[in-house]
Structure formats: structure tokens, C-alpha cells
């Protein structure tokens, strides 16, 4: 089965404390990218990857990073997480430039208390 | 199942009616716009993509309408059904000169509430 798959799905974490976030896709998609989600906001892209080792900044890269050491693992890294992190995330993969056509996670609810 | 949002715009509809679904965008360079279904507790699911060159493309029991002129997008639901109860979002693939980018913007949502 075609699938994204994130881990954790929920995480409670406390300031400064750094984490990963997992995400792998199944379907050999060149393109991945992490979004955070919040009340009123919609969707924001942090990071995107086009391919292994090719990464660039979204819209909110502030205090994440990523990495592209394989094709099929896209994981997001907080390295001092702040309350202002606590968001839903969403990894999101596509065979397409856009994101168009793209399978998403089934997110990650992320607390930072 | 997990709350996407809060306070957003709502749609009630009958099962069986047409739905439009609105939404309004700002950048005349965006080169594709696509339409993305949440159900509660579910990450967004791809539903239909235009091209910037197109004004209408049609999927199954779903049509997208595209005013460039007024910088609209719509996206209707023919013979709504209760499985279409979810929040859908408006996205644009944008540019900083056009074409094609790997920037997604998505709108703030929709939340469609099928009654039976």
C-alpha cells in the first residue's frame, strides 16, 4: 500500500529538549516536505526536498532543520523546541515538481510545554 | 480525531445537493492550483489540480473552475454525499517570477458539513 508514514504520532516534549520526527514514503517519490498546521493558519510548508541531499527552505524554517540521506526518509529536526512549536505536522511526498498530487502523513500532534 | 482548525468558514449542505466550495487567491503568478479534501484526525488527501493555462478541469462527481481575472478558484461536488464531510483547502503552487516552484500556499480551509 502507497503510504507516508510519520512516527511519533503524538509527542509531548519540554523546552530546549531536541527531537526528531520521522517520515518515510514507500512509493520512491523524488519530492518530500514538511508542513506544520495551526488553528486559523492552514497549512505552512517549513522545509522541501526535490531529491537526495536537495533541500530548501519553505515559508516557516525557523528553528527546524532536515535532512535527505535517503530517497524514502525525510525526518524534521527540532533542536531547541520552544511552546511556539506546538503545531500538528504533516510530511507530505510527490512523484511531481509542486507538490501537486502529493500523499500526505497522517500527521504528528506535537506539544512543547 | 484531530481538530484541523477552529472558526472556520462553514458550508452546510443537503446529501444529494451540489456544493461549491470557494476560494480566493492572491498571486497572478501562481502556476497550478489544487484542491486538497481533510477528513477529522486524517492528513490532506489530493483531490483535483488546474493549470494556470486552463479555466476548467473535471474529475469524478468533482469540476474546478478557475478565474484568473478575479483570481478566483471554485471546486464543486456534484451529489454531495455524508463521506464528502470534511475541510478542504485551496493551494497554490507559487513563484517568485511564475512557473512552476516546489512552494505550496495553502488557503485557510473550508469545512463541509453534508446533512443527511
Known amino acids: 500500500e502507497a503510504q507516508v508514514t510519520q512516527n511519533p504520532r503524538y509527542l509531548i516534549t519540554v523546552t530546549g529538549k531536541k527531537l526528531t520526527v520521522t517520515c518515510s514514503q514507500n512509493?520512491?517519490?523524488?519530492?518530500m516536505s514538511w508542513y506544520r498546521q495551526d488553528p486559523g493558519l492552514g497549512l505552512r510548508q517549513i522545509y522541501y526536498?526535490?531529491?537526495?541531499?536537495?533541500?530548501d527552505k519553505g515559508d516557516v524554517p525557523e528553528g527546524y532543520k532536515v535532512s535527505r540521506k535517503e530517497k524514502r526518509n525525510f525526518p524534521l529536526i527540532l533542536e531547541s523546541p520552544s511552546p511556539n512549536q506546538t503545531s500538528l505536522y504533516f510530511c507530505?511526498?510527490?512523484?511531481?515538481?509542486?507538490?501537486?498530487?502529493?500523499?500526505f502523513g497522517q500527521g504528528t500532534r506535537l506539544t512543547v510545554v | 480525531g484531530e481538530s484541523v482548525g477552529l472558526h472556520l468558514p462553514t458550508l452546510s449542505v443537503q446529501e444529494g445537493d451540489n456544493s461549491i466550495i470557494n476560494c480566493a487567491y492572491s498571486?497572478?503568478?501562481?502556476?497550478?492550483f489544487i484542491w486538497y479534501k481533510q477528513e477529522s484526525g486524517k492528513g490532506p488527501q489530493f483531490i483535483i489540480d488546474?493549470?494556470?493555462?486552463?479555466d476548467k478541469r473535471q474529475g469524478q462527481r468533482v469540476t474546478v473552475l478557475l478565474n484568473k481575472t478575479v483570481k478566483h478558484l471554485s471546486l464543486q461536488i456534484a451529489a454531495t454525499q455524508p463521506g464528502d464531510s470534511a475541510v478542504y483547502f485551496c493551494?497554490?503552487?507559487?513563484?517568485?517570477?511564475?512557473?512552476?516552484?516546489?512552494?505550496?500556499?495553502f488557503g485557510t480551509g473550508t469545512l463541509l458539513a453534508v446533512q443527511p
Open positions: 512509493m520512491n517519490h523524488e519530492y
Open positions: 507530505a511526498s510527490s512523484t511531481r515538481g509542486g507538490f501537486t498530487e502529493a500523499f
Open positions: 488546474i493549470r494556470s493555462n486552463m
Open positions: 498571486n497572478s503568478a501562481s502556476d497550478y
Open positions: 526536498s526535490m531529491n537526495v541531499e536537495v533541500t
Open positions: 493551494a497554490e503552487n507559487r513563484g517568485p517570477n511564475g512557473g512552476a516552484t516546489n512552494k505550496l500556499i
